[in-house]
């Protein structure tokens, strides 16, 4: 019986290498482990600033500015945060371990 849950949120800037060491380590702990790519919610919150704004921040990858790669970097780990605190209120709920 797994108590403990783990999510892996990557984005197309994350490696392999990188959700493959969250799955190992999800199996080591013997935690219930999610992983998923959050690409989508990135994109459309880049949609919306851009329609605000008429402006398209981009990563660096993309050759735009230091500033531009900071800020979508950002948010990034803001999502995930949000992301983190969703799973983790209702995910007892969806495994049916709600007390």
């Known amino acids: 019986r ?9 984005t197309s ?4 290498s990188t959700k493959n060491r969250a799955e190992k380590l999800a199996n080591e702990i013997g935690s219930y482990h999610l992983a998923f790519n959050f690409d989508s ?3 459309t919150i880049i949609k919306l600033f851009s329609m605000v704004t008429g402006s398209i921040p981009q990563f660096t990858l993309s050759k735009q500015t ?3 790669d900071l800020a979508l970097q950002n ?6 945060m949000v ?3 969703l799973f ?5 709920w969806v495994r049916g371990k709600t007390s």
Do not use: C, D, W
Not at 2 to 10: A, D, N, R
Not at 13 to 16: D, E, G, L, R
């Open 2 to 10: 797994k108590l403990f849950h783990t999510v892996y949120m990557g």
């Open 13 to 16: 800037n994350s490696t392999s």
């Open 41 to 43: 919610i990135v994109e």
């Open 66 to 68: 230091n500033s531009q």
């Open 75 to 80: 948010i990034q780990a803001r999502i995930r």
């Open 83 to 85: 992301l983190a605190y």
């Open 88 to 92: 983790a209120q209702l995910l007892p």
